[in-house]
């Protein structure tokens, strides 16, 4: 069975930056989609940025120019940077993927767990 666990969360100052990590661990073939979500106190859960096998990659308006999704196939996990965060950025965050599992085309998706990203002073 596949697991996200996300890591990087933490304390920053607005301006500063962090790299969030997605690790999924267990058998598969490849990532279909890799996908950030974040949820802030209050508010409903928000696509941060969506990437697809393919190549298509979608930011959120907020995050465009700031947030940067990557991947390392060696490890099996992907990223989110973030740069020049600001107080509104302050979520937890989560990811969240399509995996394809087996070559017949069986696919999981999954989400980790989160992880606090909190900008402040």
């Known amino acids: 069975q596949v697991q996200l666990m996300e890591s990087g969360g933490g304390l920053v100052q607005p301006g500063g930056s962090l790299r969030l990590s997605c690790a999924a661990s267990?058998?598969?073939?490849?990532?279909?989609?890799m996908n950030w979500y974040r949820q802030a106190p209050g508010k409903e859960r928000e696509l941060v940025v969506e990437s697809t096998l393919g190549g298509d990659t979608n930011y959120a308006d907020s995050v465009k120019g700031r947030f940067t999704i990557s991947r390392d196939n060696s490890k099996n996990t992907f990223y989110l940077q973030m740069d020049s965060l600001k107080s509104e950025d302050t979520a937890v965050y989560y990811c969240?993927?399509?995996?394809?599992?087996?070559?017949?085309?069986?696919?999981?998706?999954?989400w980790g767990r989160g992880t606090q990203v909190t900008v402040a002073s």
């Open positions: 267990g058998t598969f073939l490849d990532f279909n989609e």
């Open positions: 969240n993927a399509l995996v394809l599992l087996w070559s017949d085309g069986t696919t999981w998706h999954g």
